[in-house]
């Protein structure tokens, strides 16, 4: 398994190792031995799985209080995976990073507590998994507009399809301070 960092402190990109032949593949997808190892240190309590069609754009959410950390990966397909900081006090507080998640890398994207989490289907359709490190509580639930300016992401796509919800949600700028994560050093 290879960790790589990413420009936000935390944020990790992980290359697992896979073992593959004429038959197929077999890949870890965690230990928690082996990822703590790898520093990080997760206690996961809840999986997820979604499917989404080609230009589906889920996100960015969040959870406060009651924050997750994600490790996401995915199972079927392509996605462009970003995570957002949203901790208050936080050097690097709006900047994001990104990775293209596909099936045939096998790469999964770690994402702390008190980030902003999205990403958009660039395939047919994808099949998309996540670990996450709290259950889902829906009166913490939060997001932030996709489209953000001031976060300046670089989406593959300019006109996705979005839940009503995520149509939505305010500007960075617009959430509450005290809705927000608080960065600790």
Same mark, same amino acid.
């Given at each position: 398994?290879?960790?790589? $960092?990413?420009?936000? =402190?935390?944020?990790?990109?992980?290359? =697992?190792?896979?073992?593959?032949?004429?038959? &197929?593949?077999?890949?870890?997808? +965690?230990?928690?031995?082996?990822?703590?190892?790898? &520093?990080?240190?997760?206690?996961?309590?809840?999986?997820?799985?979604?499917?989404?069609?080609?230009? @589906?754009?889920?996100? #960015?959410?969040?959870?406060?209080?009651?924050?997750?950390?994600?490790?996401?990966? @995915?199972?079927?397909?392509?996605?462009?995976?970003?995570?957002?900081?949203?901790? @208050?006090?936080?050097?690097?507080?709006?900047? +994001?990073?990104?990775?293209?998640?596909?099936?045939?890398?096998?790469?999964?994207?770690?994402?702390? $507590?008190?980030?902003?989490?999205?990403?958009?289907?660039?395939?047919?359709?994808?099949?998309?998994?996540?670990?996450?490190?709290?259950?889902?509580?829906?009166?913490?639930?939060?997001?932030?507009? +996709?489209?953000? =300016?001031?976060?300046?992401?670089? +989406?593959? #796509?300019?006109? =996705? $399809?979005?839940?009503?919800?995520?149509? @939505?949600?305010? #500007? #960075?700028?617009?959430?509450?301070?005290?809705?927000?994560?608080?960065?600790?050093?």
């Amino acid at each position: 398994m290879k960790v790589n $960092e990413t420009a936000l =402190p935390g944020v990790v990109m992980i290359d =697992p190792d896979v073992y593959g032949d004429s038959r &197929g593949f077999f890949s870890e997808t +965690w230990n928690i031995q082996r990822y703590r190892d790898a &520093g990080i240190d997760a206690t996961f309590v809840q999986d997820n799985i979604s499917r989404s069609a080609a230009g @589906v754009l889920r996100g #960015l959410h969040f959870q406060n209080p009651s924050p997750q950390a994600k490790l996401v990966q @995915v199972l079927v397909g392509e996605v462009f995976d970003v995570a957002v900081d949203i901790r @208050v006090g936080s050097p690097t507080f709006g900047q +994001w990073v990104g990775a293209v998640l596909s099936a045939s890398n096998h790469r999964q994207f770690f994402i702390p $507590e008190g980030f902003a989490h999205g990403f958009c289907v660039t395939s047919d359709d994808a099949i998309f998994a996540y670990k996450c490190s709290n259950v889902y509580v829906p009166d913490a639930d939060g997001g932030v507009r +996709w489209d953000d =300016p001031a976060i300046g992401i670089d +989406w593959p #796509l300019s006109s =996705p $399809e979005l839940s009503d919800k995520d149509r @939505v949600a305010p #500007l #960075l700028s617009d959430v509450s301070a005290d809705r927000l994560p608080q960065y600790t050093a």
